[in-house]
Every structure is written in structure tokens, then in C-alpha cells.
């Protein structure tokens, strides 16, 4: 698969279910850019087991609010809809596979 992009129209039906990894972030960030292809290296060799997804917070202000997003990136794992791990700035591989252990 690729690493997903969800909004408002789709978010909560997206992490219903299953281990999901969310980041939180937007197209002006430096930072968030540079985790960008750290995530798609990690979708690649996780993806089988969690789902991958990006939230661009200028576009879904109401999402970010809502799990109180305050920098980016942000990095969240869901499980079965809940969340259950945060971690704030760029992330490493192992930092994420750690995160979803």
C-alpha cells in the first residue's frame, strides 16, 4: 500500500479498526517534510500490520484540535479508534517501530 491521506470525511472510519500510525502535519513544515520519507520507509516494511495515514492540520483544524495538537509533526498510534502513543518532532524508523510495539 502507500501511506494514506485522511481528513475529516474519513478519519474516524479509517481508524476504527486495527493499529493505525497518524501524522499529524503540513506542507509548509520543514520538519514535517523531512519525516515524510522516514514514514514511507516505515508503511513499507510495516504496512502489512498498521496502517500508515497523514493529516495536513491546516486542512482539518477540527482533528488536530481535537487530539490537541500543538506542534508538528506529530506522530499518534490509534488502536481499534483509540489513542494509545504520541511522540512530538521527527521521528526515526526504530523510534516509530518501537512506538508500535
Given at each position: 500500500?502507500?501511506?494514506?491521506?485522511?481528513g475529516k470525511d474519513n478519519f474516524d472510519k479509517e481508524i476504527a479498526s486495527g493499529v493505525t500510525l497518524v501524522?499529524?502535519?503540513a506542507t509548509w513544515c520543514?520538519?514535517?517534510r523531512m519525516q515524510a520519507p522516514i514514514l514511507e520507509a516505515f508503511e513499507a516494511e510495516m504496512g502489512a500490520q498498521i496502517k500508515v495515514a497523514?493529516?495536513?492540520?491546516?486542512?482539518?483544524?477540527?482533528?488536530a484540535y481535537r487530539y490537541q495538537i500543538a506542534s508538528i509533526p506529530t506522530l499518534m498510534l490509534f488502536k481499534d479508534g483509540e489513542p494509545v502513543a504520541k511522540?512530538?518532532?521527527v521521528q526515526s524508523i526504530d523510534a516509530l517501530k518501537?512506538?508500535?510495539e
Open positions: 500500500m502507500a501511506v494514506q491521506h485522511f501524522d499529524f502535519w520543514g520538519p514535517c497523514k493529516v495536513d492540520v491546516d486542512e482539518n483544524p477540527e482533528i511522540r512530538v518532532g518501537k512506538m508500535a
